[in-house]
């Protein structure tokens, strides 16, 4: 029997990096980033890549958390282990082996090299409002859909340069369109090369197969 690992594609660095410090073999399997924005789509996803796997995979590792209920509601067709966390973000912020369900200050939006570079929702959610509406109706309907954000944080997971000029030109169009400043917080890889690495304490679950993941058992 065997091991492999499901992973949202918008962590793909991360996880990547984890694999690699950890020296793991295991195979991954990514699924779709742009699916987070419809969670019963993604859950179909997630049910469709686990039924996919070959059947000699008896544990898969879940690069991913609750996700707007994403990973509950269905019956574990193999062992699963997944992070005990509200979402991605809480993930990188976790920088110890204290368990938090939700580490995110209300009013930040974060980001990582993957919200970035793999899926941009809010430059992509803006250009679009922009082609349909027009500058002005965008600006206001911009406006509205971030007024009580106070900050973007860009989280420093020592996965990759948090400072790369590329990579802040990108931050600072996110911040314009928000029209909030920026900043870099402290997060990490940890949860990843833990999960990776068969490290599974209190910030984990084990769900056995046929057993169904509810959204209680994560708070």
Known sequence: MTTAILACEILKHEVEA????????FPIVYIDGGLHAYPSRLRKEIEKKLQELPPEVDTVLLAMALC?????????PCRLVVPRMDDCVTIFLHQDDERHANLK?????YL?????????FIQDEYDSALEKFGPRRCEKLTRMLYKDYVSVD?????T?????????????????????????????????????AGRWDQQFMVVEKGQILQTEQFF
Request: aromatic residues 10%; glycine residues 6%; proline residues 3%.
């Open 68 to 76: 707007g209920n994403a990973i509950v509601g269905f019956s574990a």
């Open 154 to 158: 860009i989280m420093e997971n020592g």
């Open 112 to 120: 990582s090299y993957g919200y970035i570079n793999v899926k941009n």
């Open 18 to 25: 984890a694999w690699e410090k950890v020296n793991c073999s």
């Open 105 to 109: 200050e209300i009013g930040h939006m």
């Open 160 to 196: 990759y340069d948090a400072h790369d000029k590329d990579f802040l030109a990108k931050v600072e169009k996110v911040a314009a369109i928000m029209e909030c400043p920026y900043r870099h917080v402290p997060a990490s890889n940890l949860i990843l090369e833990k999960l990776f």
